[in-house]
Nanobody
């Protein structure tokens, strides 16, 4: 059974940093890409950052220069380092793993507020 276990969310002040982690287990096919999406209240889920099996990355324009995605292929884990956080980054962040299927984590809340 595929499991994606997310961690690292929480409450942080504007300008602060958080690091999200997502560990995937039970996946027997090659992982093509791993990524992070987010959904704020009343808004659609959107791509934050994505990294492929050859470490090609892409980011939403709103997070470029502030967020960094990375992955550990041995541990099947993807990370999202979030710096210079803004109140508009507040959302539930979801991990996504793509093999021949797509899998989603349960979501972790990130709240940026003073």
């Amino acid at each position: 059974q595929v499991q994606l276990v997310e961690s690292g969310g929480g409450l942080v002040q504007p300008g602060g940093s958080l690091r999200l982690s997502c560990a995937a287990s039970g996946i027997f096919f090659s992982i093509n890409a791993m990524g992070w999406y987010r959904q704020a209240p009343g808004k659609q889920r959107e791509l934050v950052a994505r990294i492929t099996s050859v470490n090609s990355t892409n980011y939403a324009d709103s997070v470029k220069g502030r967020f960094t995605i990375s992955r550990d292929n041995v541990k099947n884990t993807v990370y999202l380092q979030m710096n210079s956080l803004k109140p508009e980054d507040t959302a539930v962040y979801y991990c996504n793993v793509q093999t021949i299927n797509a899998y989603w984590g349960q979501g972790t809340q990130v709240t940026v507020s003073s």
